[in-house]
């Protein structure tokens, strides 16, 4: 072995362990490849950024933006009443119109970007035919993956693997060089998923929707703990003249204010700037049994101002203050990300920088070299937090500074919580006591032993007693929840002031950039100005204390508002509308868009079978024309794009090329040969596939088919057969990812609709990966 080719190989086992545990994103892995490469001089920097105007990379983004016209042009609701009229109410029957319906779309336009499309469709046809959705969704997802594998540019695997036998000189496929191995993929995939397949899937109605179909519509009854409430401000309520956000009631106590009854009129569109007047009486849904919780809360004020010095000075507490050092590994960091009070045993009261002092709200505070902070901290602490390296000129904090630290408006509380509290058997950081109501808990008093600064991750436990410094502003606020006066208990299904209020369900797109971010972070309800009544993931309804939840890619979220907003909602890029209560917004669809955007894609594959344009070049002319006749906006197309997926493999390219020419991919096809030259060819076949199949469920396909067309294009050359076939086969092993729900995008993307568990895709993802092997390689060897 070259020490070339052992470079390459330690790049390639570096990237693979990156991919599998996904300690990096998966496209700044294949960046850091691209650089690696290039760098070292196993490619040149030509060959390295060879990759982004590689054919095959510019086909995949312009099929992104092809797929996003067609669905733009409302070719979905088309759909959706062509199959009620073929398939009529029969499960079978639905299962096959759905199947093949999706499979001839993702022939041509993105596996993710059919799912997509076709994902409100199913929800609308598994509503009118009264039929479960999750009997029909995931069905469709894999007939997404299925229909990828009958063309080139069906799925993305294919571009590539035609690419791969490109570079080594080779013929590449032509656009349905595929479909005699891929249709009858997709036709047995689709008998198994309709005769078998199916019934390994939920029957019943996802938990979260009523078992109940009514001819005018899908109706949302969620099994649910709270009441609707009637909760008054007292004349002398500190909620007066404060907004709904700062009132806090939906953080702590998880309440939803639906409307406001003020002098007899009611007032339902609200948002986090609506503000309360004494007098007022809020409707709220909520947990009685929380609220009144609670009201038991007891907070004792022990002492206020200068005074709180005093007092925690028994406890052996000081104050220092000390600058952030340049190059310290706090800079960049948030407190937050920090863990400041864990890691330095201290409370962090103040931050002074080039904009001021700033006492509240410090988890979202980025250090920087040259902060001075405030810290309160155990004396024996402050030797250790010295020697931390990370701060200078640390001094003690003399008597008469106090004042500017510990104002008239602060105060230190003993608070005591009921153990019928919802808090209890939470962690701090989870409580919303420092975020929500800037309330640090210094200590808790705990038997046997009490607990100074304890830590984030420190759980409450019953008959706790919580040493807390804040301010007279949050204690104001714990007093005017506990002044509510609760005027009626009675549950009341349809209030009479919700008239004009719409549900509906939703689901994060596949172009969605709220991932990853909490319902707080997004300020949904003034962003969006609807209330998210729960969120269904992995089985489960979660329905309290909504706001710190991370939203993730096969949530599905219900929304309750007024129709006019999530009709707006409808059009938002972020999510997928799936189904609502009600729909009065008379909107059709423009049959002469959808025609339009039909007659343009039916040119791209003309253009490509006639040969007078190349795949990339007709796929760019398609997407172009796409955006003139206003099919999508230019800013739609840039958003429709999938740039992970383009990043990836326009960066994994050059590794596939450096395999090819240092001699990488020989000396592993060489093992790859050696090991199934017992079996012979047949053996070679199965043995990639396999392998490729099994390799989906922890590399992503983009980087997987690079890395499995090199290898198998040389193990094709040592048994002296044609690597078209063994190519072709690694292909389809490739896009047939049916395993699990992190397999594929599409398969996520059912998840939460469908109500699916992990197991579901195993059980019914395994035996169709049988299904598909056992008809793609006997046709593979009856054609070669």
């Given at each position: 072995?070259?020490?070339?080719?052992?470079?390459?190989?330690?790049?390639l086992?570096?990237a693979i362990?990156?991919?599998?545990?996904?300690?990096?994103r998966m496209?700044?892995?294949?960046?850091?490849?691209?650089?690696v490469?290039a760098?070292?001089?196993?490619?040149?920097p030509?060959?390295?950024?060879g990759g982004?105007?590689?054919?095959?990379?510019i086909t995949?983004?312009?099929?992104?933006?092809l797929?996003?016209?067609?669905?733009?042009?409302?070719?979905?609701?088309l759909?959706g009443r062509q199959i009620?009229r073929?398939?009529g109410?029969?499960?079978t029957?639905?299962?096959?119109?759905?199947?093949?319906?999706?499979?001839?779309?993702?022939?041509?336009?993105?596996?993710?970007?059919?799912?997509?499309?076709?994902l409100?469709?199913v929800?609308e046809?598994a509503r009118?035919?009264?039929t479960?959705p999750?009997?029909?969704?995931?069905?469709?997802?894999?007939?997404?993956?299925?229909g990828?594998?009958?063309t080139?540019?069906?799925?993305?695997p294919?571009?590539?693997?035609?690419n791969?036998?490109?570079?080594?000189?080779r013929?590449?496929?032509?656009?349905?060089?595929?479909?005699p191995?891929?249709?009858?993929?997709?036709?047995?995939?689709?008998?198994?998923m309709a005769?078998?397949?199916r019934?390994?899937?939920?029957k019943?109605?996802?938990?979260?929707?009523?078992?109940?179909?009514?001819?005018?519509g899908?109706?949302?009854?969620?099994t649910?703990?709270?009441?609707?409430?009637?909760?008054k401000?007292?004349?002398?309520?500190?909620?007066?003249?404060l907004?709904l956000?700062?009132t806090?009631?939906?953080?702590?106590?998880?309440?939803?204010v639906?409307a406001i009854?003020?002098?007899?009129?009611?007032?339902?569109?609200?948002?986090?700037?609506?503000?309360?007047?004494?007098?007022?009486t809020l409707?709220?849904?909520?947990?009685?049994?929380d609220?009144e919780?609670f009201?038991?809360?007891?907070?004792?004020?022990l002492?206020?101002?200068?005074?709180?010095?005093e007092?925690?000075?028994?406890k052996?507490?000081v104050?220092i203050?000390?600058?952030?050092?340049?190059?310290s590994n706090l800079e960049?960091?948030?407190v937050?990300e920090s863990?400041?009070?864990?890691?330095?045993?201290?409370?962090?009261?103040s931050?002074?920088d080039?904009?001021?002092?700033?006492?509240?709200?410090?988890?979202?505070h980025?250090?920087?070299a040259?902060?001075?902070?405030?810290?309160?901290?155990?004396?024996?602490?402050?030797?250790e937090?010295?020697?931390?390296?990370?701060?200078?000129?640390?001094?003690?904090i003399?008597e008469?500074?106090?004042g500017?630290?510990?104002?008239?408006?602060?105060?230190?509380?003993e608070?005591?919580i009921?153990?019928?509290?919802?808090?209890?058997?939470l962690?701090?950081?989870?409580?919303?006591?420092?975020?929500d109501?800037?309330l640090?808990?210094?200590?808790?008093?705990?038997?046997?032993?009490?607990?100074?600064?304890?830590g984030g991750?420190?759980?409450l436990?019953?008959?706790?007693k919580l040493?807390?410094?804040g301010?007279r502003?949050s204690?104001?606020?714990?007093r005017?929840?506990?002044?509510l006066v609760?005027?009626?208990?009675?549950?009341?299904?349809?209030?009479?002031?919700m008239?004009?209020?719409?549900?509906?369900?939703?689901?994060?797109?596949?172009?969605?950039s709220?991932s990853?971010?909490t319902?707080?972070?997004?300020n949904?309800?003034?962003?969006?100005?609807?209330?998210?009544e729960?969120?269904?993931r992995?089985?489960?309804?979660?329905?309290s204390?909504?706001?710190n939840?991370t939203?993730?890619?096969?949530?599905?979220?219900l929304?309750?508002?007024?129709?006019?907003?999530?009709?707006?909602?409808?059009?938002?890029?972020?999510?997928?509308?799936?189904?609502?209560?009600?729909?009065?917004s008379?909107?059709?669809?423009?049959?002469?868009?959808?025609?339009?955007a039909?007659a343009?894609?039916?040119?791209?594959v003309v253009?490509?079978?006639?040969?007078f344009?190349s795949?990339?070049?007709?796929s760019?002319?398609?997407?172009?024309?796409?955006?003139?006749?206003?099919?999508l906006s230019i800013e739609?197309?840039?958003r429709?794009?999938?740039?992970?997926?383009?990043?990836?493999i326009?960066?994994?390219?050059?590794?596939?090329?450096?395999?090819?020419?240092?001699?990488?991919?020989?000396?592993?096809?060489?093992?790859?040969?050696?090991?199934?030259?017992?079996f012979?060819?047949?053996?070679?076949?199965?043995g990639?596939?396999?392998?490729?199949?099994?390799?989906?469920?922890?590399?992503?396909?983009?980087?997987?088919?690079v890395?499995?067309a090199?290898?198998?294009?040389?193990?094709?050359?040592?048994?002296?057969?044609?690597?078209?076939?063994?190519?072709?086969?690694?292909?389809?092993?490739?896009?047939?990812s049916?395993?699990?729900?992190i397999?594929h995008p599409s398969?996520?993307?059912?998840?939460?609709p469908?109500g699916y568990?992990?197991?579901d895709?195993?059980?019914?993802?395994?035996?169709?990966?049988i299904?598909?092997?056992?008809?793609v390689?006997?046709?593979?060897?009856?054609?070669w």
């Amino acid at each position: 072995m070259s020490l070339e080719i052992a470079s390459v190989l330690s790049i390639l086992v570096i990237a693979i362990f990156f991919f599998v545990t996904e300690k990096i994103r998966m496209d700044v892995v294949a960046l850091a490849v691209l650089s690696v490469l290039a760098v070292t001089g196993l490619v040149t920097p030509e060959v390295a950024l060879g990759g982004f105007s590689n054919p095959a990379v510019i086909t995949v983004w312009a099929m992104f933006i092809l797929s996003a016209g067609l669905s733009a042009a409302g070719i979905d609701d088309l759909i959706g009443r062509q199959i009620l009229r073929v398939a009529g109410k029969s499960e079978t029957g639905l299962v096959f119109a759905i199947m093949l319906t999706t499979g001839c779309l993702s022939a041509f336009m993105s596996n993710i970007g059919v799912a997509a499309l076709m994902l409100p469709v199913v929800i609308e046809v598994a509503r009118k035919s009264k039929t479960s959705p999750s009997r029909l969704l995931m069905p469709m997802a894999f007939a997404s993956l299925l229909g990828g594998l009958t063309t080139l540019i069906g799925t993305p695997p294919n571009l590539v693997a035609s690419n791969a036998l490109e570079e080594t000189g080779r013929a590449p496929f032509s656009l349905f060089e595929f479909a005699p191995i891929g249709v009858p993929a997709l036709i047995t995939g689709t008998l198994f998923m309709a005769f078998l397949g199916r019934r390994l899937l939920p029957k019943e109605l996802p938990a979260r929707f009523k078992e109940e179909w009514e001819e005018d519509g899908f109706h949302y009854a969620h099994t649910i703990e709270e009441q609707n409430l009637r909760l008054k401000l007292t004349d002398n309520s500190p909620f007066d003249g404060l907004t709904l956000e700062q009132t806090r009631l939906g953080p702590l106590l998880g309440f939803h204010v639906n409307a406001i009854d003020r002098n007899g009129e009611m007032i339902s569109h609200l948002d986090g700037n609506t503000v309360l007047y004494k007098g007022d009486t809020l409707i709220v849904q909520g947990k009685v049994a929380d609220f009144e919780a609670f009201r038991k809360w007891q907070a004792f004020e022990l002492a206020n101002g200068a005074e709180i010095a005093e007092l925690l000075a028994y406890k052996k507490l000081v104050l220092i203050s000390a600058s952030i050092k340049a190059n310290s590994n706090l800079e960049g960091l948030t407190v937050s990300e920090s863990d400041f009070r864990s890691r330095f045993e201290g409370l962090l009261l103040s931050i002074r920088d080039e904009e001021g002092i700033k006492r509240t709200n410090l988890g979202n505070h980025k250090f920087k070299a040259g902060d001075r902070i405030q810290v309160e901290i155990r004396k024996e602490s402050v030797p250790e937090f010295s020697n931390t390296g990370q701060f200078e000129n640390i001094e003690y904090i003399a008597e008469e500074s106090l004042g500017d630290i510990f104002t008239d408006a602060d105060a230190l509380l003993e608070m005591s919580i009921p153990a019928e509290s919802h808090l209890t058997g939470l962690r701090l950081r989870e409580t919303g006591l420092a975020e929500d109501l800037n309330l640090r808990v210094v200590g808790i008093a705990r038997k046997p032993e009490s607990i100074i600064f304890p830590g984030g991750d420190e759980e409450l436990l019953e008959g706790d007693k919580l040493l807390i410094h804040g301010n007279r502003k949050s204690i104001s606020l714990i007093r005017g929840m506990q002044s509510l006066v609760v005027e009626n208990t009675e549950d009341v299904s349809t209030p009479a002031f919700m008239v004009d209020q719409d549900h509906c369900e939703v689901t994060l797109s596949p172009q969605s950039s709220l991932s990853g971010k909490t319902l707080k972070q997004i300020n949904f309800r003034n962003r969006y100005g609807l209330q998210v009544e729960s969120i269904w993931r992995r089985d489960h309804s979660y329905r309290s204390y909504l706001r710190n939840m991370t939203l993730e890619f096969g949530d599905a979220l219900l929304l309750s508002g007024p129709k006019e907003r999530i009709d707006e909602l409808d059009e938002d890029k972020d999510f997928l509308l799936l189904t609502r209560s009600r729909n009065d917004s008379g909107e059709s669809v423009s049959v002469k868009k959808a025609v339009i955007a039909g007659a343009i894609m039916i040119g791209v594959v003309v253009a490509i079978l006639s040969g007078f344009l190349s795949v990339a070049i007709s796929s760019v002319v398609g997407a172009t024309l796409m955006i003139l006749v206003k099919c999508l906006s230019i800013e739609d197309a840039y958003r429709a794009i999938d740039w992970k997926a383009v990043f990836l493999i326009a960066c994994m390219i050059p590794l596939g090329t450096a395999m090819n020419d240092t001699g990488a991919a020989a000396w592993l096809a060489r093992g790859v040969a050696a090991a199934a030259e017992p079996f012979g060819p047949w053996g070679l076949l199965i043995g990639l596939y396999i392998l490729t199949s099994l390799a989906t469920t922890i590399v992503p396909t983009a980087a997987l088919i690079v890395i499995m067309a090199s290898m198998g294009i040389d193990a094709s050359i040592e048994f002296g057969i044609d690597p078209k076939w063994v190519v072709m086969a690694i292909a389809m092993a490739a896009s047939a990812s049916f395993i699990s729900p992190i397999s594929h995008p599409s398969n996520v993307l059912v998840m939460g609709p469908g109500g699916y568990r992990f197991v579901d895709y195993m059980k019914t993802g395994i035996l169709l990966v049988i299904v598909v092997m056992a008809t793609v390689l006997p046709m593979i060897w009856y054609l070669w």
